[in-house]
C-alpha cells in the first residue's frame, strides 16, 4: 500500500472576505505516485484546495481553518511556506503572478540559483528542461513579451526543474493551442511515470486530460467533494452533467443517442470505449437529427487591407493580412501559440498600429484613429483579465465604462445587473476583485466589455476556465448580441467553441492567413491542423468508427443538438 502523501481529514476553509465557507468538511487522501484530476464547476473550490496544498492558504489568502492537513505526513500548520516549497511545485493558474525574473531563462532556472546549484549543471538543466516545453529557442527573450501559452510553457518548466514531491497544475491548459496542450499532457504523463511523482490536475478540459490516464478523478460541487471514483467508473455516471462539467463529446454523443453508458465499456478515452454497443442507437440518431441552419449574410462592417505589423524591425508578427467581416458574423481565430492572433486582434481594436495596410470600419478609413475613437465601435477582452481590472468591487468594474460615457444612474443600474446576471456573475456583485480566481476575474473583464455594447466585440479566449454552465451562458449571450447585429470575434484555442458557434473560421500561421473557412472543413483538414497545432475533434473519430462516411454532418448535427439541449438548463 503507497503511502498517503496529502490527506485533508473534516477539512473545511473560509475565506476572511466571504460569509460562508469556500471548502467544506473536505475528506480526501492522495497517495505516493497517483495522477489526481480535481474537477468542478466555477467557485466550486477546486483553486482553494490547490492553494491549501502549496501553502498559498493561509499565507496568502487569509482565512479560518478547521480540520486537518497533512502534505508528506506532516502537519501542514507547522510548515512554513519554504518548507511547502520543497514539497509540492506548482504552475499556477495565473502565470504572471509566477514569473520573478526578466528573462525565459532565468525565470527557468531561478529555483535552481536559490538551491546554489553549480551554473555549468545549472545552464544544462535549464537547455533540457526548455527543450520539454518547446522553449529553449527563447531563453534570452523577456517573458513579458511572451503570449500566454507560451508563458504557461515557461511556468511549466520553471517548476521542473525542481525535485520535488508532488507536483500541483492548476488549469495547465487554459492558455494552450490544443497540440501543445496534449504535448502538456502528454509531458506530466511521463513525469508521473518515470519519476513517481504526485501528480494533481486541477482542470476544466476534462477530455483533454484524459488523453492519458489518470488514477481518480475528484470532483467538487459548492465546496464539498461529490464524487472520487476511477474515470471509467465516474464517466458511467450523471454526475458530471449533474455539475455541468462537459463530458468528453463523443461520449455526450452516445448519451444523446439513449445508449446506456456502463463502466465496462470503458468510456474514459475514444480509443477504449466500446463504440459496438451503441452502434444502432447513434446510426440511428445521426439519421434523425436536424442539421444547424445556413449562416447569416450581411454586409463588411471592419476589413483589412494588406496589413503588416512588427514589433522589431524586419521581424513580421503579421505580414500582409487580407481580411473582412460582416455585420453580424460569429468568427473564430485560431491557431499555434504565438502565430499572430492576439496581436491581430490588438490591430483591429486600435492598440496598436500597423506599419503597412490599412483598416476599414463601415467602409471608412480608420487606420490612424485613437484607441478612444476605436472604443466607440469596437470592444476588446484581454486573454488575462489582471490587465483589464483596477477597481475595487466587481460592480464598481462592470459599471466604471458607463460611468466614463455619463451613461444616467438608472440605466447604468440596469445594464449592469443585467449583464452581471448573464455573466453568472450577480451573487458576487458586492465581492472585492482580490477575492475572486482566475475564472472569475474573467468573466468581470467580459462583463466591463459587455455592458458598452459595441458594435464589434473581440475576445481573446472568452471561456479560458470556464466550467460548462458559465461557457454556455456566456457564448449564448454573445450569441444573442450576435443575432441582433453584433460582429462577434473570438481568438480562442477551443475547438469545441470554434465548432460550436462560430460557423466562419480564419486560421493565422506565422503572421499570415493559413486558411479562411467553414470551422467543420478547416478541422477535417489533417494538414492544416496539424501546421495550426490545432486537435480533430473525437466526433470525427467516433464517425468514423461508426463507419459513418459523412463525418462532417455528423459532427454538425451533434453540434445543432447539443446547442438546443443546452439550453434546456440554462437560468438567464
Known sequence: MKKPVIEFQNFSFQYHSQAEPTLKNINLTIHEGEKVLICGPSGSGKSTIGHCINGLVPYSYKGDISGTLKIMGKDAERLNLFDRAKMVGTVLQDTDGQFISLTVGEDIAFALENDCVPQDEMKQIVKEVSSLVAMEHYLQQSVHHLSGGQMQRVAIAGVLVNDVDILLFDEPLASLDPATGEHVVQLIAELQKKMNKTVVIIEHRL?????????RIIVLDDGEVVADMEPDELLATDILERVHIREPLYLKAAKYANCKIQREMRPAHIDTFQVEACKEPLISWFH???????????????????????????????????????????????????????????????????QSGKIFYGGNDVTGDSIAERSLRVGMVLQNPNHMLSKHTIFEEVAFGLELRGVPEKDRMERVHDTLRICGLYPYRNWPISALSFGQKKRVAIAAILVLEPEVIILDEPTAGQDLLHYTEIMEFLLSLNQRGKTIIMVTHDMHLMLEYTPRAIVIDHGQVLADDS?????????????????????????????IEEKREFVARFIAFDKEEKKKWLHY
Open 207 to 215: 477530455e483533454d486530460v484524459l488523453s492519458y490516464p489518470v488514477d
Open 288 to 354: 434523425h437529427a436536424e442539421l444547424p441552419p445556413p449562416p447569416r449574410e450581411d454586409e463588411p462592417i471592419l476589413e483589412l487591407d494588406n496589413i503588416s505589423f512588427y514589433y522589431e524591425p524586419n521581424k513580421f508578427s503579421l505580414k500582409n493580412i487580407s481580411l473582412s467581416f460582416k455585420k453580424g458574423e460569429m468568427v473564430s481565430i485560431v491557431g499555434q501559440n504565438g502565430a499572430g492572433k492576439s496581436t491581430l486582434s490588438k490591430l483591429m481594436c486600435g492598440f496598436e498600429r500597423p
Open 519 to 547: 470551422a467543420i472543413n478547416i478541422l477535417s483538414d489533417p494538414d492544416i491542423v496539424q501546421k495550426a497545432n490545432l486537435k480533430e475533434t473525437s466526433l470525427f473519430t467516433l464517425a468514423e468508427r461508426l463507419g
